[in-house]
């Protein structure tokens, strides 16, 4: 899955460029807060590889608050980041967790202005962090610039386009 860095760069970007969010903190904590919950961990982990995720995430939580809001952006932005990865394979998983350490962190912070304190889970987030560690040796980065820019932007686009915020 993306990093939280990527789902808050995400989030940030659609609130600059579409608006329609009154509590941008609350929409910021609700992007987060799908990886934080360890009573979501299962239905949310559900949700990465299902093409109804949509349908799915409305049955369940209402999109008539910021904060869910925001659970729905990371959940779609779960899903078509898996989908575009294909992820399953290992070291694949080892690879994307060792770029994310030396390469996507800095980045988001330098080009997006992503930090964890946007959100108010900034302690939970680094000891999530903390206990996501994977053995990296071997690992490479598999990521670049572009390949991030490229899938925020369309994930932005995506998840402005969904009508998301109708309940639909």
């Known amino acids: 899955m993306p990093c939280i860095s990527i789902h808050l760069a995400v989030a940030k970007k659609y609130v600059q460029e579409h608006g329609g969010i ?15 919950d360890v009573g979501l961990k299962a239905w949310h982990k ?25 659970m729905f952006c990371h959940v779609m932005t779960d899903y078509l980041f898996l989908a575009q990865m294909n992820i399953g394979d290992e070291n694949l998983k ?34 999530l962090i903390a206990n996501s560690q994977m053995d990296t040796k071997n690992a ?9 820019d490229d899938f925020i932007k369309r994930t932005v686009e995506a998840f402005a ?8």
Do not use: W
């Open 140 to 148: 490479k980065v598999i990521l670049s610039p572009k390949i991030v």
């Open 22 to 36: 009154d509590n941008v903190q609350e929409f910021y904590n609700g992007n987060v807060y799908a990886d934080l």
């Open 46 to 70: 559900a949700l990465h590889f299902d093409k109804d995720y949509k349908q799915k995430f409305v049955e369940r939580f209402k999109l008539d608050t910021d904060f869910n809001k925001g």
């Open 161 to 168: 386009c969904l009508s998301a915020f109708d309940g639909s």
């Open 94 to 127: 080892r690879d994307l967790y060792y770029t994310y350490d030396v390469f996507v962190k800095d980045y988001m912070k330098k080009e997006y202005g992503i930090t964890y304190d946007m959100t108010n889970y900034t302690k939970e987030i680094n000891e």
